[in-house]
């Protein structure tokens, strides 16, 4: 058996056909894999047996160049979550037949905490059961919020598209000399990483957002009113970021007032409506004209202003998990590691990825400033190099070229 399986799970980001790419192209560049096949739509398509022949789709570089700038999940995502094999082992049965099947010696999930959960118990079923398959996990959230690494593929793309929606975001409201709140909601769920990035809107000179609220911090409604009486005193117009994720002091969402309680497959709650809730308390107990925005599934499927950075690093870690994969290793992530700000260096590594599994890395407390609604300096270094350098999109018709694999 000399074939390789990849597949991609969780949301979707501008980068994570990059990474895809990057397993093709070493594989061509190794000799040492017979047939890439692709599973439809994460984990679910091995069970279902559902692969397909990558090679009858990216056929040449032109391809392979197309797939590494299209957003989105180019094989289809899921969001299943596996059971611990020894409380139901009939999936991890069907999986490792399919393996049998299709001749797979190596399996690289690529997906943000959810998938590496599945990486690490379908590792450990593996190890358990002496099937020799070597199973790799290659990271992808926006959220940045993966353990070990120093940052995840999809993040520098989202915070670059973030930075930008912001800079322009403040160049329309200061245009009005009215008192007027903007709030705007940026995804994060229990990180604020992406709403962090909202303080790059500044980098240029530009006022960028007057206030900022992660979700690492308790959110006091009497102080954030406080706050903004106290921006409108110094300006017509405020700007605010929040994050989805911000919590009252009792643990509630902000967003509870306005949510159907339901949640998805890995028991998350879906969340949405925290600025639109903070735009009716403004409006009530402050009077002043103000507007919500919820950037929702735009900060993550952006691909025409992707950061080259996180293309670049998006395909190379692709790449170092076909080299593990190879190598014999399983049950491990390829990451970043960070040598240094100025210069921006890092190195590629892999990490256990039982110690990146269920786990979650957050914004530290000293990257919050002391009075709570802004980042400090060492969170825009950190940052910064983050979103450097454009794309190398082909347009077609006026629009960006796309694949599309099925």
Not at 36 to 43: L, S
Not at 141 to 167: Q, R, V
Not at 184 to 195: K, N, Q, S, Y
Not at 203 to 219: H, Q, R, S, T, V
């Amino acid at each position: 058996m000399n074939n390789l399986l990849v597949a991609q799970s969780g949301g979707p980001t501008a980068v994570i056909n990059a990474t895809l790419a990057g397993v093709i192209q070493g594989v061509r560049a190794s000799n040492k894999v017979d047939i890439v096949y692709g599973a439809k739509n994460g984990i679910e398509g091995v069970l279902k047996d559902n692969l397909i022949k990558l090679d009858d789709f990216v056929k040449d570089i032109v391809a392979l160049d197309t797939l590494t700038y299209t957003p989105s999940s180019a094989l289809g995502t899921c969001r299943y979550k596996l059971k611990d094999w020894r409380e139901d082992e009939e999936p991890y049965r069907r999986i490792s037949e399919a393996f049998y099947k299709y001749e797979i010696s190596y399996f690289i999930y690529i997906g943000g905490n959810d998938s590496m959960d599945t990486v690490n118990k379908l590792s450990d079923y593996c190890k358990n059961k002496h099937h020799h398959f070597n199973i790799i996990g290659a990271p992808k959230t926006i959220d940045n919020d993966l353990n070990l690494t120093d940052h995840s593929p999809g993040f520098g793309s989202a915070a670059k598209y973030i930075a930008t929606t912001m800079a322009e975001l403040e160049s329309d409201t200061s245009s009005y000399d009215m008192p007027a709140v903007t709030i705007v909601e940026i995804m994060g769920r229990d990180a604020g990483w992406l709403t962090a990035s909202s303080a790059l809107a500044r980098i240029n000179g530009g006022a960028g957002p007057d206030l900022i609220y992660l979700c690492e911090k308790e959110f006091d409604y009497a102080g954030f009113l406080c706050n903004v009486r106290e921006k409108l005193e110094q300006k017509p117009n405020v700007l605010i970021a929040v994050s989805e994720g911000i919590k009252d002091g009792k643990g509630n969402y902000v967003s509870d007032q306005l949510s159907s309680g339901a949640i998805d497959n890995f028991g998350h709650k879906y969340i949405a409506g925290a600025a639109r809730t903070l735009e009716q308390l403004v409006r009530r107990k402050i009077g002043c004209k103000v507007r919500s925005v919820e950037l929702n599934l735009m900060q993550r499927a952006s691909a025409h202003i992707a950061s080259e950075t996180d293309v670049t690093e998006a395909l190379l870690l692709g790449q170092k998990a076909l080299s593990c994969a190879l190598n014999g290793e399983t049950g491990r992530m390829s990451a970043i590691k960070r040598l240094s700000n100025h210069p921006y260096r890092i190195e590629f590594i892999s990490v256990p990825v039982e110690e990146v599994a269920n786990k979650e890395k957050k914004v530290p407390p000293s990257w919050i400033s002391a009075d709570g609604h802004d980042v400090t300096k060492d969170m825009i270094d950190y940052l910064r190099p983050l979103i450097q350098g454009e794309t190398k999109i082909q347009y077609e018709n006026g629009i960006p070229r796309q694949m599309k694999l099925f």
